[in-house]
């Protein structure tokens, strides 16, 4: 099956500091999603990005689906931000998204 | 509802019991999927569920796991003869069918003891 692999395993940010968070995917898929999981475990969904750049406030996100990669931009970092970043990917349908491991986010301030 | 909503939050149980998770979607979402995170760890997918087609049960981990959806709405996931690696937090999501943003619901901790 695909493989979902994520970098760093895990960063630690002193505030204001910005990052990019890294995803790399063994096959073709049909849409990528980056989750952000706070500290009290709720998953929010960041972006639906199956190829292009999207913005959103502080975060972006870029996928070249050609080149089997996402990356996820966090500028001017906030405590708020801390927790772990997940890529997930839909494989063939759309029945399940494979994620991969996370990407663990400490912002100090 | 305004979010997928999951009961109970927390469950503690003791070995060889059997528990019911319940996950109520987001009104209008045809598709509904259970996964599961062990202590951190990534989300493991364990079975999805889309409008009346049969589900995609590929992902349970043993017979002891069942998952029913009633009414194409609220779906229950049933836990036989619990075991302690059966601890983890149950997440269970919804989406509009072949759409891309998935909402999670806040999970069930299940403890095994």
């Known amino acids: 099956g695909i493989q979902v692999e994520q970098s760093p395993p895990d960063l630690i940010l002193q505030e204001g500091a910005n990052s990019t968070l890294r995803c790399n995917f063994s096959?073709?898929?049909?849409?990528l999603q980056w989750f952000h999981q706070n500290p009290w475990g709720q998953l929010i969904n960041l972006f639906y990005i199956p190829s292009g750049t999207k913005q959103n406030g502080r975060l972006s996100a870029t996928t070249v689906a050609t080149e089997r990669y996402s990356l996820l931009y966090i500028s001017s970092s906030q405590t708020t931000d801390s927790g772990v970043y997940f890529c997930?990917?839909?494989?063939?349908?759309?029945?399940?998204?494979?994620f991969g491991a996370g990407t663990r986010l400490a912002v100090h301030p | 509802g305004a979010g997928v909503s999951q009961s109970p939050s927390n469950k503690v149980t003791e070995k060889g019991k059997d528990v019911e998770l319940r996950c109520d979607p987001i009104?209008?979402?045809?598709?509904l999927y259970w996964y599961r995170q062990s202590l951190g760890q990534g989300l493991e997918f364990l079975i999805y569920?889309?409008?009346?087609?049969?589900?995609?049960k590929s992902g349970l981990p043993s017979d002891r796991f069942s998952a029913e959806r009633t009414g194409g709405s609220v779906s229950t996931l049933t836990i036989q003869r619990t075991q302690q690696e059966d601890s983890a937090v149950y997440l269970c999501?919804?989406?509009?069918?072949?759409?891309?943003?998935?909402?999670f619901g806040s999970g069930t901790r299940l403890t095994v003891v």
């Open positions: 997930a990917v839909f494989s063939g349908g759309y029945n399940k998204l494979i």
């Open positions: 096959d073709s898929v049909n849409n």
């Open positions: 999501a919804s989406s509009l069918p072949r759409a891309g943003g998935y909402t």
């Open positions: 569920f889309q409008g009346n087609s049969a589900p995609d």
């Open positions: 009104s209008g979402h045809t598709a």
